[in-house]
């Protein structure tokens, strides 16, 4: 079984800043690409960054310039700082991975439950 676990999101001032954080623990053999999506209520989720397993990057253009991903293939962990946030960037941030499991086996797509942040004008 594999999980992935958020955490670091909450409320803030616009202007301010926040780190989430993904973790990735269970069976894992090797981890693609990891990413961070967003999500408010009534829209579908969009992509926010994602990062390949050699440190390549990119970003939705709302947020590019004030989120940087970054990413410990050694801790199997995937973080997303988060500066000059504006109510805009209110949302329910989910973790994505592309894992495989075991040598032999193929990739597949596992979320987090999702870590709320709110930003207030």
């Known amino acids: 079984q594999v999980q992935l676990v958020e955490s670091g999101g909450g409320l803030v001032q616009a202007g301010g800043s926040l780190r989430l954080s993904c973790a990735a623990s269970g069976t894992i053999f090797s981890i693609n690409a990891m990413a961070w999506y967003r999500q408010t209520p009534g829209k579908q989720r969009e992509l926010v960054s994602a990062i390949g397993r050699g440190g390549g990057t990119n970003y939705a253009s709302s947020v590019k310039g004030r989120f940087t991903i970054s990413r410990d293939n050694a801790k199997n962990t995937v973080y997303l700082q988060m500066n000059s946030l504006k109510p805009e960037d209110t949302a329910v941030y989910y973790c994505?991975?592309?894992?495989?499991?075991?040598?032999?086996?193929?990739?597949?797509?596992?979320w987090g439950q999702g870590t709320q942040v709110t930003v207030s004008s």
């Open positions: 994505n991975a592309d894992i495989k499991r075991r040598v032999g086996s193929y990739f597949a797509d596992y």
